[in-house]
């Protein structure tokens, strides 16, 4: 189980600079081909800006989303009151899905990385779903963020930073295609398509960068740290890292997208 401190967010911080995270998951439902009337899980809904996406594509549909973060529920609750009663928030982990054979499809955006146990994580997803039921997600991949972690990295192992990151291990699990596709094999998924592509993000200015690395991707590692002073001499030291790239403040994002079905019931 996914400990406390680990569960929150700063949903406001997190609703207004989504953006890159929205146009990816954008994508992710234009792929989908509804009928308008499936029950769908939205697997790790954060504010749900997609969430809202994806119950205008349900018009007699309806959609649970799920999310660990009570305060990303909140802000969800508010942003998709108007489609209430079509859908459903739920405070809940994906290792602990409390659902079966409920929904003709899930779709994930930007969650599954921080879920450390893929495996598990599927085999739940697998159990949620009807037969012939589908998976179309999209979340950090093959090599996510990996210029950016390993200076993070750098910084914590210094003699300054390291006593507060003795214990620390990584937050994120980033598949490639094949591991990924394996676990959806072990599962019992069929149909697998899985795939990693680069999503290179470029912030606006160091400002922009700071708030965003801190909020969103560090957000763990962050808070290994005690004082506000040296949390924001850590992020300085990184944006201005970043200000020497090429192009500036640019974030090496790679997403692995996912898609496979359930089986249909055998005779
Ligand atoms: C980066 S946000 C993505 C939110 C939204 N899907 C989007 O694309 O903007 C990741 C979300 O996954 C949720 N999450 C992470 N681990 C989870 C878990 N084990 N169970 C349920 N939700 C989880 C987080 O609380 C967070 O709201």
Known sequence: MTSPQFREWDSS???RLSTPQVSWGKKVLSRLQLRGDEIVLDAGCGTGRLTGDLLESLPHGRVVAIDLSRNMLRSAREHLARFEPRVNLVACDLLHLPFERA???VV???AFHWVLDHDHLFANLY???VPRGWLEAQCGGGPNVQRLSQRADALAATPRFAPYFRT???P???QDAQGAAESLRRAGFVDIETAVEPALTVLDNAEHYTEFVRSII???HLENIPSETE???FMAMLTEQAASDDPPFSIDYWRLNLRARKPAELA
């Open 231 to 233: 949390r924001a001499q």
């Open 168 to 170: 620390f291990r990584g």
């Open 218 to 220: 560090l957000r763990l």
């Open 172 to 174: 994120w699990l980033f």
């Open 13 to 15: 911080l997190y609703h």
């Open 103 to 105: 929904f003709d499809g």
């Open 127 to 129: 159990r949620c779903l």
């Open 108 to 110: 994930s955006t930007a």
